[in-house]
């Protein structure tokens, strides 16, 4: 069986906890330590995903690229996005500047790569959020209009709520595209 690559990228504003996210999937913990990335840090990780052709598995090498968080003085470089087969664009449940910004960071995926991949929107911190409030950011920041963009997860990084899943779907989707 052959391994295939797939290229993910994670953007959002500074402190959405898109480090924390990668950490949780790759190495299956979480630090409260705030760490800034700097340009972009790229992890690796080897998922196995069921094809729904012949009901076999298939090996999938995630390249996941941990990229810088957009500040207001400073934007996400697009050439940070080229050849993403995937992105999972993360926000703050606890600010709303950060779910307000979602709608750029989708464009601007698509900008860098204009042939189509697949999005993942993410609300993350949800542990440090009421439950009716996490279902009302769902029903305000959906993106049905949009074939690209698969289901809206609500995670935790700290609790891991989520957190596979999410990753796993998104492997499914690009291998899909393939």
């Given at each position: 069986?052959?391994?295939i ?10 402190g ?22 700097i ?6 990780k ?5 094809t ?6 298939q090996?999938?090498q ?12 400073q934007?996400i470089s697009?050439t ?16 709303p500047e ?7 960071h ?5 900008s ?17 959020v009421?439950?009716d ?8 920041h ?6 690209h963009?698969?289901?809206t ?13 999410m990753?796993?779907q998104?492997?499914q ?6």
């Open positions: 069986m052959s391994i690559s797939k290229k993910i990228c994670l953007v959002g504003d500074f959405v906890g898109k480090t924390s996210l990668i950490r949780r999937f790759i190495e299956q913990r979480f630090s409260d330590q705030y760490l800034s990335t340009g972009v840090s790229i992890s690796r080897q998922v196995a995903i069921s729904q052709e012949d009901s076999s598995e090996t999938v995630l390249l996941i690229w941990d990229i810088e968080g957009k500040t207001k003085f934007e697009p940070y996005l080229k050849s993403a087969h995937g992105v999972i664009i993360v926000a703050d449940s606890n600010r950060t779910l307000e910004n979602i709608s750029s989708i464009n601007l995926a698509f860098a790569n204009p042939q189509g991949i697949s999005i993942s929107i993410v609300f993350n911190k949800v542990d440090l009421a439950q409030h996490v279902e009302i950011l769902v029903k305000q959906q993106f049905f209009n949009n074939s963009v698969i289901p997860y609500c995670t935790s990084a700290k609790t891991g709520e989520n957190v596979e899943k990753f796993y998104l492997a989707s690009m291998t899909k595209k393939s």
